[in-house]
Each structure stands twice: as structure tokens, then as C-alpha cells.
């Protein structure tokens, strides 16, 4: 079996770098997290990516799966990318049921709450209410902690109703988001205040259990694979460095210090990029050919993926701010800007100590 990716997908990856790189230069990313009250995207870029057809690669008339969606969220990490790709590909398999579905929207998902759940595994804690009148549904609550909601022209909303728990759609009002400071400014969170706000229902009571189990494996590969990304530009800056600063004489890299660590780094990235890969695999799988893994199988593999990739990026970043030395704790270096989004995905959508209950719990029930 080859477990190669495709060369349509290597041209997508090495076609995704370029394109990146040329339009987020660091400084670029600077003036993008900085900018104050801004949401800290780009509308010319997403325009961009949408022209190229990246956005909404797996629906229905997308003409991919999440496989290729997962090479450009990898190389999101490494350019480390502001826009709402990560929140549209989770959101993607609830924004196809709506009746004019535009998967090429700017989606974001909103399923935490002040006092209710905050992971997708706790939906039954949810309070907001969504209730039906004359035909027409509105939701009613307050939904917090959603990532990109700046730049959102769509938002999948978790809430509750007397069919149990339902998926809608709304559309935000400038009035009722309210955007948080946050560490990683290049990606802004918000609160969404819903106050009989008009939403389209697009699944609930039994038809909204897979839907989310769905956006959860999604969001857990796709944290994986973008923290690859973060961990690759990492490993590289750090890398580049070492080979070219010189101390007492000779180029740092030839220290042992310094080079045992990047090969820590190294051994580290592989290890996380072979989870986040085979993650993708099966949720592109399952989506595809359900006979073909099990359910058990995705989870495990998503919620390993999330744990090591998430920790890795950590750990990468923070080797690289060691490498560099003093350059790496300026505020002009990009450095920090990686090290603020590893930390983000480590504890969102699930800290890693509860990806690895899921996997041993996997384990040690197979055993018994």
C-alpha cells in the first residue's frame, strides 16, 4: 500500500508554501496581529484562497478530501496563516446541509459557553436555546472562546432544543460580537451574544450527534496538522541559525548543545507528523468509505495526533527561542508569534492530558 501522499497534493503543498510565503512575510504578520482593535486577518488573502479553489475542498462540489484540505492546513502552520481555514474545514460537513450552502464562506463554530461546555465532548452542558416560531428559528444565549469570529461571515451555533441538541446557522452582527485581547493576536477570540437572533436550523436530536462527532475529528486533526506546521517553521529557523551564527570562532551548530537539541526537535516533529498524517488518513476515510475504519479507530488516532503534534509545536518553539539566543526574545523576531499559536492549540478543543485519557481508555479496553 502507498502511504505517499499524491502529486497533485505535493504540487498543492509546494504551491500552498510559496503563495504563503509571499504573501505573510514577517512583517506582514507583525502589522496583522498588532493591529489593534482589528480581528487580525486578511480579506484580500481568504479572497485570494477562495479564487485558487482551497476553500471547501472536501464538499460535495469542492472535488476533494480532507486529505488535500490537510496538506494546506499544514502549511497554514508554517506560514502560520490568520485567516479562518482551520474553523471552515471543521465547520464544512454542518455548512453543506444548509439549504444555499456556501462552502467557500468564512464558517467558524461556536460550541463553548461561560458556564457551559467548553469542549465538544461536554454538548450537553449547552444552555443556549434555540426555538422555533412560525417556521422561523432563532437562538438565544451567549457562545464564547470561538476562534476567528472577526472575520466570520457565518457562524455554526451548538445549542439546545426540545428535539435535544441542534446545529444552526447565523450570520453575526457587528453588535453582538465582541472580540477578546488574546496572546496570539493572528488569531482574534470572541464572544457571540445571541438575543432571538434569526438562524437556519441544519441538524438536530439524532442527525446532530455525527455532525459533531464529525467537526470534533476534524478540529483535532486539524490542530494537529497545523501545529506540524508551526513545528517544521520552527525546526528550520532554528536550523538556518545554527549553520550561519558564529561564536568563539565557529558556527554554533557544531556544538553539541545546540545541535543535540535541533535533533531533539527533529526526532520530535517526525514523530508528531507521522500521527497528524495517519489522523487525516482516517478522517478522510471514514468520510469516504465508512466500512473501511472504525469509529474507535478515528477517534484514538485524532486524539493522539492532537496530544504529540500540539506539545511538539511547544516544544519546538520554545527550542528555537533557546537556539537563537537573545534575538529570539525580541519582539521583532516571528518567533514569538509561532510560540503564542503552539500554545493556543495546545490547550484548545482539549488539553493533551485528555487526548491521552481517550487513547488509553481505548487501550485499556481492549485489553480487559
Not at 78 to 99: H, I, K
Request: aromatic share 6%.
Amino acid at each position: 500500500m502507498d502511504f505517499a501522499f499524491s502529486a497533485d497534493q505535493d504540487e498543492l503543498r509546494a504551491t500552498a508554501r510559496r503563495l504563503l510565503a509571499d504573501r505573510l512575510p514577517p512583517e506582514r504578520l507583525h502589522a496583522l496581529a498588532d493591529a489593534g482593535d482589528g480581528d487580525g486577518t486578511s480579506s484580500a488573502l481568504w479572497s485570494e484562497l477562495v479564487g485558487l479553489g482551497w476553500v471547501g475542498l472536501s464538499a460535495p462540489e469542492g472535488g476533494g478530501s480532507f486529505l488535500d484540505e490537510a496538506v494546506l492546513l499544514e502549511e497554514a502552520g508554517y506560514a502560520l496563516l490568520p485567516d479562518p481555514l482551520l474553523a471552515s474545514v471543521v465547520c464544512l460537513p454542518a455548512v453543506t446541509l444548509a439549504p444555499k450552502p456556501d462552502p467557500t464562506a468564512a464558517t467558524v463554530l461556536a460550541w463553548a459557553e461561560p458556564a457551559g461546555p467548553q469542549t465538544f465532548r461536554s454538548a450537553a452542558k449547552v444552555k443556549t436555546w434555540a426555538t422555533r416560531t412560525d417556521g422561523a428559528w432563532q437562538l438565544t444565549g451567549t457562545k464564547s472562546d470561538i476562534a476567528d469570529l472577526g472575520s466570520a461571515a457565518q457562524v455554526v451555533v451548538l445549542a439546545a432544543s426540545e428535539s435535544g441538541p441542534a446545529l444552526l446557522l447565523v450570520e453575526p452582527t457587528r453588535g453582538a460580537v465582541r472580540l477578546l485581547p488574546t496572546t496570539d493576536g493572528t488569531r482574534r477570540i470572541g464572544t457571540l451574544t445571541l438575543g432571538g437572533t434569526p438562524a437556519v436550523l441544519l441538524a438536530a436530536g439524532s442527525e446532530a450527534a455525527p455532525l459533531l462527532t464529525a467537526m470534533r475529528r476534524r478540529a483535532e486533526a486539524g490542530l494537529a496538522l497545523e501545529s506540524v506546521g508551526i513545528a517544521q517553521r520552527m525546526l528550520d529557523i532554528a536550523s538556518e541559525h545554527a549553520k550561519q551564527r558564529e561564536q568563539f570562532g565557529r558556527v554554533i551548530g557544531t556544538y553539541q548543545a545546540v545541535s543535540h537539541h535541533i535533533a531533539d526537535m527533529y526526532v520530535r516533529t517526525e514523530l508528531a507528523r507521522s500521527l497528524a498524517y495517519r489522523a487525516a488518513w482516517c478522517v478522510a476515510t471514514i468520510e469516504t468509505e465508512p466500512t473501511a475504519v472504525t469509529g474507535q479507530e478515528v477517534d484514538v488516532a485524532c486524539a493522539a495526533a492532537k496530544a504529540a503534534a500540539t506539545e511538539t509545536a511547544v516544544f519546538a518553539a520554545e527550542g528555537a527561542i533557546q537556539v537563537l539566543g537573545g534575538i529570539g526574545m525580541t519582539w521583532e523576531h516571528v518567533a514569538h508569534r509561532f510560540y503564542k499559536r503552539a500554545l493556543a492549540n495546545e490547550t484548545f478543543a482539549g488539553s493533551p492530558a485528555e487526548h491521552r485519557a481517550t487513547v488509553a481508555t481505548a487501550i485499556l479496553g481492549a485489553a480487559r
